[in-house]
């Protein structure tokens, strides 16, 4: 009886000080980021930490359009941002353009590595512990294998960097066509399409989803949603392009249109293009360029754009949308309007 007391006891002793340990887990704060090259073929990114622990689960990388993005969880970016405590050594800098550090939620930091070239392949993580004897502290070490020409050539294209942000997805199927194709599938479709097309002609291109997903998490606020989103831009997206179909009770109505926020004069310039190059190549009955206050729009820093691709409740451009041939022709159309926004002058 006595020992079992005991052992209960003992047991609600671990429990409390484990609940103990997770409510007080401390965050890691960034130290310092270095880029340089350990050989010819493989660069090398070390990003030093102390004041926590940190493991496997705590880091995801993604390697895209010459951008390779780093999400750790539980940590702080301390000091470190773009202007101290990131170091891209000479060795480096014919890879490495930019470095930028945000802290996109609590206890939630990015980092993201511009390269100068169109980087593919794979990512190697490790985690070293401080070496004392030799002044480092704890660090994540990320190996890049170069397999890219470092004479890419950018074309037309510069290196800008373009969101692309494929409208719902997830829980939020968007609006859905009287024959049941949904807004999320074609708004994800022609970005997919129009992300080839902009990589081929020298743009670098975030996506703010490239599945079938909720980009924040199932059921949150709408704002939390949109957030997560604007989120995905990195600091010098040089445009944003939210991707949608509209929607009506009446099957008739039907078109396309562009949104701008109210006064954005860059955004309204995007919208413009955008909407003569989806009226050339799309066919569809042209309902103008609107300014609203879309929550993308007003929360981007860089010029933002909203469109309508067509009516998905219209059953003639419901079929149009779900096509292979008329998505492949809608991403051509953005292609076009990104291509003329930063060719032909003006207010860049
Ligand atoms: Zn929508």
Same mark, same amino acid.
């Given at each position: 009886?006595?020992?079992?007391?005991?052992?209960?006891?003992?047991?609600?002793?671990?429990?409390?000080?484990?609940?103990?340990?997770?409510?007080?887990?401390?965050?890691?704060?960034?130290?310092?980021?270095?880029?340089?090259?350990?050989?010819?073929?493989?660069?090398?990114?070390e990003?030093?930490?102390?004041?926590?622990?940190?493991?496997?689960?705590?880091?995801?990388t993604e390697?895209?359009?010459?951008?390779?993005?780093?999400?750790?969880?539980?940590?702080? $970016? &301390?000091?470190?941002?773009?202007? /101290? !405590?990131?170091?891209i050594? %000479?060795?480096?800098? +014919?890879?490495?353009?930019?470095?930028?550090?945000?802290?996109?939620?609590?206890?939630?930091?990015?980092?993201?590595?511009h390269?100068?070239?169109?980087?593919?392949?794979?990512v190697?993580?490790?985690?070293?512990?401080?070496?004392?004897?030799?002044?480092?502290?704890?660090?994540?070490?990320?190996?890049v294998k170069?397999?890219?020409?470092?004479?890419?050539?950018?074309?037309?294209?510069?290196?800008?960097?373009?969101?692309?942000? $494929? &409208?719902?997805?997830?829980?939020? /199927? !968007?609006?859905?066509?009287? %024959?049941?194709?949904? +807004?999320?599938?074609?708004?994800?479709?022609?970005?997919?399409?129009a992300?080839?097309?902009?990589?081929?002609?020298?743009?670098?291109?975030?996506?703010?989803?490239?599945?079938d997903?909720?980009?924040?998490?199932?059921?949150?606020?709408?704002?939390v949603?949109?957030?997560?989103?604007?989120?995905?831009?990195p600091?010098?997206?040089?445009?944003?392009?939210?991707?949608?179909?509209?929607?009506?009770?009446?099957?008739?109505?039907?078109?396309?249109?562009?949104?701008?926020?109210? !006064?954005?004069?860059?955004? %309204?310039?995007?919208?413009?293009?955008?909407?003569?190059?989806?009226?050339?190549?799309?066919?569809?009955?042209?309902?103008?360029?609107?300014?609203?206050?879309?929550?993308?729009?007003?929360?981007?820093?860089?010029?933002?754009?909203?469109?309508?691709?067509?009516?998905?409740?219209?059953?003639?451009?419901?079929?149009?949308?779900?096509?292979?041939?008329?998505q492949?022709?809608?991403?051509?159309?953005?292609?076009?309007?990104?291509?003329?926004?930063?060719?032909?002058?003006g207010?860049?």
């Amino acid at each position: 009886m006595l020992k079992k007391i005991l052992t209960c006891f003992t047991l609600m002793l671990v429990l409390t000080c484990a609940a103990t340990t997770t409510a007080f887990a401390k965050a890691a704060e960034l130290t310092g980021i270095t880029a340089f090259e350990l050989d010819n073929d493989i660069l090398r990114i070390e990003i030093s930490y102390s004041g926590g622990r940190l493991d496997f689960g705590n880091i995801s990388t993604e390697l895209s359009s010459g951008i390779l993005r780093v999400d750790l969880n539980n940590t702080l $970016p &301390g000091r470190v941002s773009r202007v /101290s !405590g990131t170091q891209i050594q %000479s060795s480096a800098r +014919e890879s490495v353009e930019k470095i930028f550090v945000n802290r996109t939620q609590e206890n939630y930091t990015r980092i993201q590595i511009h390269f100068r070239s169109m980087i593919e392949g794979d990512v190697k993580v490790s985690l070293e512990p401080a070496n004392r004897s030799a002044k480092k502290s704890d660090r994540i070490v990320l190996d890049v294998k170069k397999n890219f020409s470092s004479d890419y050539d950018f074309g037309n294209g510069d290196g800008r960097v373009i969101v692309l942000d $494929p &409208g719902h997805g997830g829980s939020d /199927s !968007g609006a859905i066509g009287p %024959s049941g194709v949904t +807004e999320k599938s074609v708004s994800l479709a022609v970005s997919l399409k129009a992300q080839k097309l902009l990589i081929n002609s020298g743009y670098r291109v975030v996506m703010t989803r490239t599945t079938d997903i909720d980009v924040a998490a199932p059921g949150v606020s709408d704002a939390v949603e949109l957030q997560a989103r604007v989120d995905k831009a990195p600091p010098n997206a040089d445009i944003f392009i939210s991707v949608h179909c509209n929607a009506f009770s009446n099957t008739h109505a039907n078109g396309v249109e562009t949104y701008h926020a109210p !006064g954005a004069v860059k955004g %309204s310039r995007l919208a413009r293009l955008l909407n003569e190059e989806l009226e050339r190549l799309g066919g569809l009955n042209n309902r103008g360029v609107k300014a609203a206050r879309f929550y993308v729009m007003t929360h981007t820093k860089c010029p933002a754009s909203l469109i309508e691709l067509g009516f998905i409740t219209n059953p003639r451009e419901e079929q149009l949308l779900a096509s292979n041939d008329y998505q492949q022709k809608l991403a051509q159309a953005i292609t076009n309007a990104v291509n003329r926004y930063f060719n032909q002058g003006g207010f860049d």
